[in-house]
């Protein structure tokens, strides 16, 4: 594993590469705000925020790629490029999420939030991620795994199996699932996405939620 600190810290990485590790990227159990970071070539996840062997996930775990000229990008990696058990994923600078084995964003319970702050004139681009199919990541005796989970549909560009999905002006495009799925099944309310501008087309599956709210989005790759 590339970098895991102990659960209580809120960790800031800047400027930095993360790449080529036997394991996630990044592995914890807290909030990790990203700058200008690229995540590549991981064995697992880019960023898995999980349990992690006896710990458990604080009552706040998110995400978030701060607001910034430069590029974080996450690229390569076996599994998804963000996985988050419980929590958000809140992405207010520029994002690429390319070439993923997994999901570009995978939250397990929580939602995705994508550029949606108007001071901000960023945008995400989450194309070609789930090429491998789904994995469940484990950490036992030092070591990660994952065990192929088969059916599977987290090959998404982004999915929130609980919660909602909120973009401004993304770009998800020819991943190897649907562009984006959102559900709620405890009828609570969530699975609603919600998209502005932007593009979600060329991807190998139908869109999914509750509900689907889509305005002013290229659907064909026009």
Known sequence: TGMAPDRASVSRIQNARIA???GPGIASTGLWRLTGVTVSGNFGPGVLIAPIGDTELPDA???EVAASPMLTRFDGNIGPAIE????????????????????GVLVRDGSVFLNTDPRFATTSL?????SAGCRAWSFADGEWTGVPLDPCDFTAGVVAEIGNITATNPRI???????????????????VVTINGGE???????????????????????
Not at 84 to 103: D, Q, S, W, Y
Not at 126 to 130: F, S, Y
């Open 84 to 103: 988050v058990v419980i929590g958000t994923v809140r992405v207010l600078g520029n994002a690429e999420f390319e070439g993923n084995g997994g999901a």
């Open 126 to 130: 989450i194309r070609q991620n789930g």
């Open 61 to 63: 775990s998110a995400v």
């Open 173 to 191: 495009r020819e991943n190897a699932g649907a562009g984006v799925i959102a559900r709620d099944p405890d009828s609570e309310g969530l699975g």
């Open 20 to 22: 080529n590790n036997q």
């Open 200 to 222: 979600v087309c060329a991807n190998g599956a139908a869109d999914e939620g509750e509900t689907l709210d889509l305005t002013s989005v290229d659907t064909s790759c026009s």
